[in-house]
């Protein structure tokens, strides 16, 4: 009859397992023990790796079966504590979310701390530089007057919205470390600090928009942006980090943050 379906029989039969294949990947790994070395140095490692595996997999496989003194930060593994940031291959990346697959393999993958932050040991480095500006720009809510009802502060999807891309920062430190401004300058306050900011003065509810833009005011703060977009590049959560940079830039120079009204 036309149109109707046809029941094809099922084949049930249990299919023979297809392994699937690992490759041996080269990860050259910049090292530093501030215990025994001087300088840092890269070491080779050879590791047995599937497509899918991470590069965050690859350095629990080195230091789980081969070197037990690695040393790296991660807690989450599934890009959300932004604590395993690492330069790979040149390029700030979380290593819990860069894929074997994405790289070249036919290539040594190389794997060293973030740039800019005083080195501790091997992939770590201090994060207290980063977090100090951070607290600089104060970044929680100050509202001090009073609800219009006494009970709540009503925002308009338009008013939540103007703020939503930079709410996203995992304070992974990746922007700040791909910055070349940061780099000579460990004083300019960095991508991230400035991201923080935003997520505040562009919230309608806060009050404190003008005592932030007077901190990044400074000659350490958002003119230090040479505007490389190096800091987009890097974000692993997609922040537009360097547009961020410019709408604080502007809010400074109008000396008021632009909100939709409602
Ligand atoms: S803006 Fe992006 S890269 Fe910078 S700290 Fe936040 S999540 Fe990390
Ligand atoms: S381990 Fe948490 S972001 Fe990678």
Redesign the pocket.
Known sequence: MAGAATLEAVDNTPKAEVPIQSFTVTLIIRRFDPEKDAEPYWQDFDVELYATDRILDALHKIKWETDGSLTFRRSCAHGIC?SD?MRINGR?RLACKTLIKDLDITKPIYVEAIKGLPLEKDLIVDMEPFFASYREIQPFLIADSKPKDGKERIQSVAQRERFDD?T?????????S?CPVFWTDGQYFG??AI??AHRFIFDSRDEAAKVRLDILNDKEGVWRCRTTFN?TE????G?E?TKAIAEVKAAVLRGKPDIPKK
């Open positions: 932004g940031a700030n930079t996203k920062c995992i304070l992974c430190a990746a922007c700040t791909s991508p991230a991201v923080n800091c890097a974000c692993p959560r922040i980090v």
